[in-house]
T-cell receptor
Framework: QKEVEQNSGPLSVPEGAIASLNCTYSDRGSQSFFWYRQYSGKSPELIMSIYSNGDKEDGRFTAQLNKASQYVSLLIRDSQPSDSATYLCAVNMDTGTASKLTFGTGTRLQVTL | GAVVSQHPSRVICKSGTSVKIECRSL??????MFWYRQFPKKSLMLMATSNEGSKATYEQGVEKDKFLINHASLTLSTLTVTSAHPEDSSFYIC???????????FGAGTRLSVL
C-alpha cells in the first residue's frame, strides 16, 4: 500500500525559531511532492511544490527533497504565531491522467509567543 | 494561485434528504477534479476523481450510488450526497487541476451536518 508518513505532533517552537517538518513516502517512483497548510476548520492551501532533489526556497519556507531516502521536509524560518496550523505532506504517486495525491496525516505546528 | 470556489460552505439537513455541493474553477479550466472527505483530526481521504465528460473513478469503499459526481464542464463539478444519514456528516472538500499541471487547488470545503 502506498503511504505517506508524518509525525502528528504537536510540534511546538518558539516565535522566531526554525520549524522543521518531516515526511517519508513509500513509493520510490513518486515524482511530485507538495506541502499544504491547513488551518483548523479550513481547507488546505498550497505552500510549496518540489520535484527535484535538493532545496527549494520561497520566502520563509524551504522544501527539501531526497528521493534516494524517500524523504521530503519543510523548514519554516522565523516562525510566527500565524504559522500555527497543520501541515500536510502530499505525494503524487501515479502519472498521467490517473495521477492523484496521497496525503499524510499532517503535523500540527504550534508557534508559541 | 488558481481559484476554486465551493458552495455551500455549510449544510444542515435532515436524514434522508439529498445534498448537492458545487465546485467551480474560476480562472482556469479544470480537466480533473477531486472530491475528498475529512473527519475531525484526520487527514484527507480521496473519494473520487472526475475528468470532464467522463464517469468518475471512485476509491475503494466509496459508494458511487450514494455519492453522485457530475463533471459536465471544464469549470464545474458537483457532488450529490443522496439520502444522507448522520454518518455522512463530514467536511467535504473539492480540488481542481488544470491540464498542464499536477498541482491541485482546493475549494473552501463544505461542512455537512445530517440530523
Amino acid at each position: 500500500q502506498k503511504e505517506v508518513e508524518q509525525n502528528s505532533g504537536p510540534l511546538s517552537v518558539p516565535e522566531g525559531a526554525i520549524a522543521s517538518l518531516n515526511c517519508t513516502y513509500s513509493d520510490r517512483g513518486s515524482q511530485s511532492f507538495f506541502w499544504y497548510r491547513q488551518y483548523s476548520g479550513k481547507s488546505p492551501e498550497l505552500i510549496m511544490s518540489i520535484y527535484s532533489n535538493g532545496d527549494k526556497e520561497d520566502g520563509r519556507f524551504t522544501a527539501q527533497l531526497n528521493k534516494a531516502s524517500q524523504y521530503v521536509s519543510l523548514l519554516i524560518r522565523d516562525s510566527q504565531p500565524s504559522d500555527s496550523a497543520t501541515y500536510l505532506c502530499a505525494v503524487n504517486m501515479d502519472t498521467g491522467t490517473a495521477s492523484k495525491l496521497t496525503f499524510g496525516t499532517g503535523t500540527r505546528l504550534q508557534v508559541t509567543l | 494561485g488558481a481559484v476554486v470556489s465551493q458552495h455551500p460552505s455549510r449544510v444542515i439537513c435532515k436524514s434522508g434528504t439529498s445534498v448537492k455541493i458545487e465546485c467551480r474553477s474560476l480562472d482556469f479550466q479544470a480537466t480533473t477534479m477531486f472530491w475528498y472527505r475529512q473527519f475531525p483530526k484526520k487527514s484527507l481521504m480521496l473519494m473520487a476523481t472526475s475528468n470532464e465528460g467522463s464517469k468518475a473513478t471512485y476509491e475503494q469503499g466509496v459508494e458511487k450510488d450514494k455519492f453522485l459526481i457530475n463533471h459536465a464542464s471544464l469549470t464545474l463539478s458537483t457532488l450529490t450526497v443522496t439520502s444522507a444519514h448522520p454518518e455522512d456528516s463530514s467536511f467535504y472538500i473539492c480540488s481542481a487541476r488544470g491540464q498542464s499541471t499536477n498541482i491541485q487547488y482546493f475549494g473552501a470545503g463544505t461542512r455537512l451536518s445530517v440530523l
